[in-house]
T-cell receptor, first 109, second 115 residues
Framework: AQRVTQPEKLLSVFKGAPVELKCNYS??????LFWYVQYSRQRLQLLLR??SRESIKGFTADLNKGETSFHLKKPFAQEEDSAMYYC???????????FGQGTTLQVKP | NAGVTQTPKFRILKIGQSMTLQCTQD?????MYWYRQDPGMGLKLIYY???????DKGEVPNGYNVSRSTTEDFPLRLELAAPSQTSVYFC??????????????FGPGTRLTVL
């Protein structure tokens, strides 16, 4: 079965510290991967996608096919980064997003 | 553009009651989706639609029905509400891109409690 795992429910760091939100997937082939974010009192929105190889709000995510991971990283966390983050691969077979359980990032001052 | 709108924001149902969750998008997106999110869990796909008149089941369709008579609207129907359907429901839409779904735009969610 195709699965995506975000092993940490809560990640708490201090402002200025590096952040890594983990995501592992069990898809075969070449999945397309996304990170979605939900800030407090806002709707879920796209943060970044691996195919664009972009950096959004200082976040980057590298696809590691060998480890089947797509971890989200930021070198210096800011308080405004506090939110719920979801890793979401798309299966090339079904074309549908599968969401991980989500990780709450808490950045303390 | 309002984007994706959902009504109602909150609803409490009694077991066995029925209701329709409304979802409308004004971005002329072909694809629309319904997800549910249970506490501590990720979003699970209930139903989706690739265009008016076309719907298909997702991962957890039991107890729900959908219709897509227009591009803009994608209502979700609960016929016989059960406590297991207590959840937050999200509607989303996207443009198709090369056979794969593009960025999904989400509504604000409907919090449903079944007692």
């Amino acid at each position: 079965a195709q699965r995506v795992t975000q092993p940490e429910k809560l990640l708490s760091v201090f402002k200025g510290a590096p952040v890594e939100l983990k995501c592992n997937y069990s898809y075969s082939g070449s999945p397309e991967l996304f990170w979605y974010v939900q800030y407090s009192r806002q709707r879920l929105q796209l943060l970044l996608r691996h195919i664009s190889r972009e950096s959004i709000k200082g976040f980057t995510a590298d696809l590691n096919k060998g480890e089947t991971s797509f971890h989200l990283k930021k070198p210096f966390a800011q308080e405004e980064d506090s939110a719920m983050y979801y890793c979401a691969p798309i299966s090339s077979n079904t074309g549908k997003l599968i969401f991980g359980q989500g990780t709450t990032l808490q950045v303390k001052p | 553009n309002a984007g994706v709108t959902q009504t109602p924001k909150f609803r409490i149902l009694k077991i066995g009651q029925s209701m329709t969750l409304q979802c409308t998008q004004d971005m002329n997106h072909n694809y629309m989706y319904w997800y549910r999110q249970d506490p501590g869990m990720g979003l699970k796909l209930i139903y989706y639609s690739v265009g008016a008149g076309i719907t298909d089941k997702g991962e957890v369709p039991n107890g729900y029905n959908v219709s897509r008579s227009t591009t803009e609207d994608f209502p979700l129907r609960l016929e016989l509400a059960a406590p297991s359907q207590t959840s937050v429901y999200f509607c989303a839409s996207s443009l198709p891109r090369g056979g794969l779904t593009d960025t999904q735009y989400f509504g604000p969610g409907t919090r449903l409690t079944v007692l």
